[in-house]
């Protein structure tokens, strides 16, 4: 099982974000795994789809996400081991990428696919991005 973050989903996606290239690259290390994200990835990753690329390419992420990946939804608890984890890194972390280190740490996982550097500062977390 691995995590997966907004950045990579969108990068695959839209042909012309930077990470384009990597995120196809970075496919054959996902294959075999299960793929983990909150609902927080699926809202920022639809909503950035759907603003670059028109409503129909984020409801296809949406359905692929739906269908294919394992998803947490974020209750009260996990918001607030979130906030936890903001806390901790001081603000430099958003909340939803501190709720997903607080996810990865509740699920003893220590690899996240993303191309957001904030994630290094994350502690015993590993960033995979090319």
């Given at each position: 099982?691995?995590?997966?973050?907004?950045?990579?989903?969108?990068?695959?996606?839209?042909?012309?974000?930077?990470?384009?290239?990597?995120?196809?690259?970075?496919?054959?290390?996902?294959?075999?795994?299960t793929?983990?994200?909150?609902?927080?990835?699926?809202?920022?990753?639809?909503?950035?789809?759907?603003?670059?690329?028109?409503?129909?390419?984020?409801?296809?992420?949406?359905?692929?996400?739906?269908?294919?990946?394992?998803?947490?939804?974020?209750?009260?608890?996990?918001?607030?081991?979130?906030?936890?984890?903001?806390?901790?890194?001081?603000?430099?972390?958003?909340?939803?990428?501190?709720?997903?280190?607080?996810?990865?740490?509740?699920?003893?996982?220590?690899?996240?696919?993303?191309?957001?550097?904030d994630?290094?500062?994350?502690?015993?977390?590993?960033?995979?991005?090319?």
């Amino acid at each position: 099982m691995i995590f997966v973050d907004t950045s990579f989903f969108v990068a695959l996606v839209d042909s012309k974000d930077q990470w384009h290239e990597k995120a196809k690259d970075l496919l054959p290390v996902l294959a075999d795994e299960t793929i983990l994200i909150s609902d927080l990835i699926i809202v920022e990753s639809v909503s950035i789809i759907g603003k670059r690329s028109g409503g129909k390419a984020g409801e296809q992420l949406f359905n692929y996400f739906t269908d294919n990946c394992h998803i947490i939804h974020v209750d009260e608890k996990i918001l607030k081991g979130g906030m936890f984890e903001f806390l901790k890194y001081d603000g430099t972390l958003s909340v939803p990428d501190a709720v997903s280190v607080f996810i990865m740490k509740t699920k003893h996982l220590d690899k996240i696919v993303s191309f957001d550097s904030d994630f290094d500062k994350a502690d015993e977390i590993i960033r995979i991005y090319g």
